[in-house]
């Protein structure tokens, strides 16, 4: 079974920093570009940012470039996304998939005073 478990959501003040993880199985996660997107309250999907598998390549949305940090652990079928200097327009649901067609359940980061 393909499970991927996002973790690491909260309530953090403008500023603050938080770290997400997503934890895969059930498939081979190392062959499988891993993205993270997010939700805002009445909005669309927008993308945050890809890491590749192959020499690990990474792409960031002008929206978080700078602030955002994505890495992976293939040893752990774990991908991380590093949130620092949080704004409140980054309050979202986010969500990780694995290229598009594996997808986790979301976590709720929530930025606000």
């Known amino acids: 079974e393909v499970q991927l478990v996002e973790s690491g959501g909260g309530l953090v003040q403008p500023g603050g920093s938080l770290r997400l993880s997503c934890a895969a199985s059930g498939f081979t996660f190392s062959s499988y570009v891993m993205i993270w997107v997010r939700q805002a309250p009445g909005k669309g999907l927008e993308w945050v940012s890809s890491?590749?598998?192959?020499?690990?390549?990474?792409y960031y949305a002008d929206s978080v470039k700078g602030r955002f940090t994505i890495s992976r652990d293939n040893a752990k079928n774990t991908v991380y996304l590093q949130m620092n200097s949080l704004k409140p327009d980054d309050t979202a649901v986010y969500y990780c998939?694995?290229?598009?067609?594996?997808w986790g359940q979301g976590t709720q980061v929530t930025v606000s005073s």
């Open positions: 890491i590749f598998s192959a020499g690990g390549s990474t």
């Open positions: 998939n694995a290229a598009l067609r594996y």
